[in-house]
């Protein structure tokens, strides 16, 4: 199976998109629900929380890792790939991919947690791929809080997303959402800022993870024989309706229950 | 000395008036800053977590607890007094009697994270003094992601109090700021609602403190004796510039470090 660690339910706009794209791939789903946000915490708690999550995955049977979360992808890489021998896929390079490919202007924003752009993980995989494109950073705390708080399209967020953006987008032709929560503002972002290509690292992660699965010969080829396992490390009550809800009508019927787990 | 307890750094407010309210007294905090917020979390994991820090405290040689937090004071303290034999003061009891004193319409509205307004424990607390108030409560969960970003006077926060207030303080002449975090958005709150009297519960808990120490022969009397601790659970590097600014310049000499402990 394919194990997808986020620190809360937010991975689970990353999850839908694999499970769409990879219907014959089992899931285990692990949202470190006890303990988000990882946005603002110290490296060193970042990192200590991101290796016990996959820790768990692993131990349960995971054949790859997929870390949804941002803040993870940006901190924690390096150190998950030295300790784990399966392969292990992030948003970043997925993201920083997309937006290069979407990119005309070469002059490319991202946003994210404060952790994910202090660490400068985008700005560093676009210029990996090519070091004549401009990237410009900013930290946009609030947008989680108000994704949480379903203030999708409210004038409050417009006003703190015109805040954030305003200088940030001017020149710029390509934005990266740099958050799992921040697809669900996309609608908004763009009836502000018409002009800008939106890019959800989520839908890159997927072809990627196609890709990889192949390359390593560990796809699953059988037809209908997926099954799902959806855990939290505190299963509050209103979780299960909210991964129902992100999940989406469609997918509705592959699950049942939330476990809860102590790491 | 006191230990007083926080799931963050916003009970450094009520540490800050505990302090200048009972200048002898020595003082062990202890902000979870690995695992906050709280408010949005289960009861379960709420309580949890509530007692390894009061344990801690206690093991440190605390004579007494504030727990400032208020939403570890509306869920976990019956099961706090259950397991220590110290004093434990928490925020609620102080919120509600402060709020009687004021409110002459008899009707009080409460703010606060989704637990503690879910838990009803300030509704509780003011009902068994007085059954004849009326009380409003809501869950304002954006106002603490707003005061960390420091947005105390921006045109968003203001937008998004009256989404919250408008309704809820029509009728009522006292607001209680449930949460650590709401003081600083207590002149913002004034400009929109010039008719309100704003109640916040860490003066009346200083107060009550010092009664309680009287009572149990535990005051400690000796002048320029005290001695001041300040522990996080994750010691990101912005703490310690945090912690001196809300404690305010005339206290900055009493913090020189801040320790980190693992729990």
Redesign the interface.
């Known amino acids: 199976m394919i194990g997808i660690f986020d620190s809360g339910v937010g991975g689970l706009t990353v999850a839908k998109t694999i499970i769409e794209h990879l219907p014959n791939e089992s899931i285990l789903y692990l949202g470190d629900?006890?303990?988000v946000p990882y946005g603002?915490?110290?490296k060193?708690?970042i990192i200590r929380y991101t290796l016990e999550c996959v820790d768990f995955l692993v131990s349960e049977g995971a054949k790859c890792i997929v870390v949804a979360c941002n803040t993870a992808s940006a901190i924690a890489m390096s150190t998950l790939k030295d300790a784990f021998s399966i392969p292990i896929l992030g948003v970043i390079e997925a993201g920083a991919k997309m937006a290069l490919l979407n990119s005309k202007s070469k002059n490319v924003a991202v946003i994210g947690t404060r952790r994910t752009i202090e660490s400068n993980a985008y700005k560093n995989a676009i210029k990996l791929i090519d070091d004549s494109i401009n990237v410009f950073q900013k930290e946009t705390?609030?947008l989680?809080?108000?994704v949480?708080?379903n203030?999708y399209y409210?004038?409050?967020t417009e006003?703190?997303l015109r805040?954030y953006l305003d200088d940030l987008v001017f020149n710029v032709d390509t934005l990266i959402l740099g958050c799992t929560h921040y697809p669900l503002l996309a609608e908004t972002i763009a009836s502000i800022y018409p002009h800008l290509c939106i890019v959800d690292p989520a839908i890159e992660v997927a072809i990627d993870l196609d890709s990889i699965l192949d390359y390593e010969g560990i796809k699953c080829e059988k037809a209908n024989k997926a099954s799902y396992r959806f855990c939290v490390t505190?299963?509050?009550?209103d979780v299960l309706s909210v991964t129902k809800s992100i999940l989406g009508d469609a997918n509705n019927n592959i699950i049942t229950s939330m476990e809860e787990v102590r790491l």
Request: proline share 8%; net charge negative.
């Open positions: 629900t006890a303990r603002n915490r110290s060193d708690i705390p609030l989680v809080p108000l949480e708080e203030f409210h004038k409050a006003m703190v805040e505190d299963n509050d009550k």
